[in-house]
């Protein structure tokens, strides 16, 4: 330690000297890179990202586009972005039609059956409109009822009052047969909380019936052949 301690001070000096701090040496940083490397391309390396930085710092912001849009009028895409842009955007129509697109398109078919089918069913509705309004038929003539089944459990249509009802064969006679009707709800059926069992002659039955499909977890059901009496 006596050895070193002349030059202790001195060394102290000499390792800050070396790196260029005491004193400020630019030179002596210089001269500690390594022979193999390449001055100015370090150099350009610092100054490229300085730019860098300088740009994302200098950068203009975004900002949105302010429109002057009179209140209760409506915008269109012109408007947003110009009408170039949206013409651009246009697809121009062919100028002519291929004709043997036209001969072979299916669907030009299938649309002519269905205008046909429709205009068909347009010409019915019209003549039994017009029959039912000179007398010639009564809304029971458009019913389409099956033979009555003799049987329990099968269900016909009855006529009660003027109307007609559904209902299911609880049990007959050679005069009369006992229905269990049931009760109309808007343009569906259903059964009445009480059940309405009653004696009818057998003049009264207009004709038999599918069994109801129930349409409803709420036990509604639907009865389409009496459809037609119904509508108003």
């Known amino acids: 330690m006596q050895a070193i301690e002349p030059n202790t001070v001195a060394n102290l000096k000499s390792g800050f000297r ?7 040496n630019v030179d002596e940083l210089l001269q ?14 610092f100054i490229a990202n300085l730019d860098n930085r300088r740009q994302e710092v200098t950068k203009p912001l975004k900002t ?9 009028k409506s915008i269109s895409a012109e408007d947003v ?9 246009i697809e121009t129509p062919r100028n002519s039609t291929n004709k043997d697109d036209i001969l072979c398109d299916d669907s030009s078919g299938d649309d002519v059956e269905t205008e046909m089918k429709e205009a068909n069913d347009e010409a019915d509705f019209v003549n039994v409109c017009n029959e039912l309004a000179s007398g010639m038929k009564s809304k029971e003539d458009l019913l389409q009822l099956q033979p009555i089944v003799h049987q ?19 049990d007959f006679n050679d005069r009369e047969v006992t229905i269990s009707a049931m ?7 259903k059964w009445p909380a009480k059940a309405n069992i009653m004696s009818y002659l057998w ?7 599918d069994a109801p ?17 119904w509508e108003k």
């Open 18 to 24: 070396k790196c260029g701090i005491v004193p400020i």
């Open 32 to 45: 500690r890179l390594p022979r193999g490397c390449n001055q100015e391309a370090i150099e350009n390396s």
């Open 64 to 72: 949105r586009q302010r429109m002057n849009i009179i209140a209760g």
């Open 81 to 89: 972005f110009g009408n170039e842009e949206v013409e651009n955007n």
């Open 152 to 170: 329990v459990g099968r269900y016909v249509a009855f006529t009660y009052e003027g109307e007609i009802f559904a209902g299911q064969i609880v």
């Open 183 to 189: 009760q109309k709800s808007l343009k569906c059926w």
């Open 203 to 209: 003049e009264d039955m207009k004709g038999g019936l």
């Open 213 to 229: 499909k129930q349409i409803s977890k709420r036990g509604l059901y639907a009865i389409p052949q009496l459809a037609a009496f």
